[in-house]
Nanobody
Framework: QVQLVESGGGLVQTGGSLRLSCAAS????????MGWYRQAPGKQRELVAA???????SYADSVKGRFTISKDNAKNTVYLQMNSLKPEDTAVYYC???????????WGKGTLVTVSS
């Protein structure tokens, strides 16, 4: 069982920055792709950014050039650096771990990001 704990959410003004962290239980990054998803009120959960076990990254078009996903294998932590935040980035952000062979998924409980205009 993989446990994921997000932190770093909060209230920020338009144009500001936040860094989200997701701490994983155990050394899972060699077998799991990690992703950040978000869900705004009344909307479906969407993939924001992902990083594979090999370190390849991908981003939703809406956040390209503003958000950066990274991971620290020694700390079992994945990060989402969010810059130039916009009100439409307001959502609950969830960390996801996806076993790259078995496709077993785990989710964190989420952290709320609110961007004020």
């Amino acid at each position: 069982q993989v446990q994921l704990v997000e932190s770093g959410g909060g209230l920020v003004q338009t144009g500001g920055s936040l860094r989200l962290s997701c701490a994983a239980s155990g050394s899972i990054f060699r077998r799991y792709a990690m992703g950040w998803y978000r869900q705004a009120p009344g909307k479906q959960r969407e993939l924001v950014a992902a990083i594979t076990s090999g370190g390849s990254t991908s981003y939703a078009d809406s956040v390209k050039g503003r958000f950066t996903i990274s991971k620290d294998n020694a700390k079992n932590t994945v990060y989402l650096q969010m810059n130039s935040l916009k009100p439409e980035d307001t959502a609950v952000y969830y960390c996801n771990a996806d076993h790259e062979v078995l496709h077993v998924y785990y989710w964190g409980k989420g952290t709320l990001v609110t961007v004020s205009s």
